[in-house]
């Protein structure tokens, strides 16, 4: 890859032509047009709201004569660079000089950049910026990206995917999953954690309906013209989860429903009673993991390893032990209630505390507490032959 650097490029130059998407906020064009600010493999421009402080700062840097750093141009060809890295930069820039927003002069006023003194506007379009263009193959640029990863904001993963496998089939992902604009986005936020603009939406749609397998996924539907699977596979897994769970708790943002509705979706559920039953383990003050409560019921609400039941402390053991092997020494028989009354070896074995586990009498998941008077020991063997139940 060859990479030449340039010095002589000025603010005025890369804002000819700058064209800002108001919609997406995000810079498109400048330069004369021969720019393209915002290639596939770009992060969305992150903070055009949010954050108006870093814009402002880089224009009080310019006025400042402060570097704004290194940008880095994609040279495709004679007329036409996309920027690799510098777009938020380059978008600040654009975004002043068309009046799009006020920095603050030294009294705290607002200041935009029509209405500056013409030596302040002299000076910010004469600056000169540092760009390094590089050329090479589609495949190199990216790798090269993918490797040195400069952007400011280290690219995730799901960036990094974007970026190597950039083509139609991402642009229209991104229309759909990453537009903070799509009016399901609240909806899906019941279940899906994270953020449209760092790709969180389309990389958990991507995660469904690839299960798991995002990178082969996007390999393979790269040059797709549209993106009809992977929206129908998303609304298949949200609407379910909608029409099982009536209510939408905050434990349920960011749970595997892809994973669930790959196993669950064939069984029926009642609406009413599912939600009988998470209210009543929302109020189970024994369900120490409540994240587990929806694929505890979907499963039928038998593994209660799920909901991280709470045990038995050291002391409602060792009572518990005591009394019991008290009793069983006088009867003669084993301190293990299962053992007593079986055949075998064991029918009088007294074991030793650490060879015990303590377990429900009555069930935890028949209402059964976890207080001294629902505790026995069992040894290890019988314990577990019991489960967790
Ligand atoms: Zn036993």
Redesign the pocket.
Known sequence: MKTTLKTNITVKDICEGFVYNELEGKGLFGFGGKLTIQPEYQRNYIYAEGDGKREMAVIESILKGYPIGLIYFNKVSENNLEVLDGQQRITSVGRFVTDKFAIQDENGNPQNFFGMAQDKKTKILGTKLLIYECEGTESQIKEWFRTINIAGVPLNPQELLNAVYSGPFVTLGKEEFSNSQNSNIQKWSAYVLGSTNRQDFLECALEWVSKSNIGDYMSSHRYDANIIELKKYFSSVIDWVFSVFIDVESEMRGLEWGRLYEQYHKKSYNPKKVWEEVQKLYGDLYVKNRKGIFEFILGGSTDTKLLEVRVFDDATKKSSYKEQTTKADKKGE?N?S??AIGHDA?KETIWSINDMDADHVTAWSKGGATSAKNCQM??K??NRAKGNR
């Open positions: 084993s293990c299962h053992c064991n069992l040894c063997t019988h």
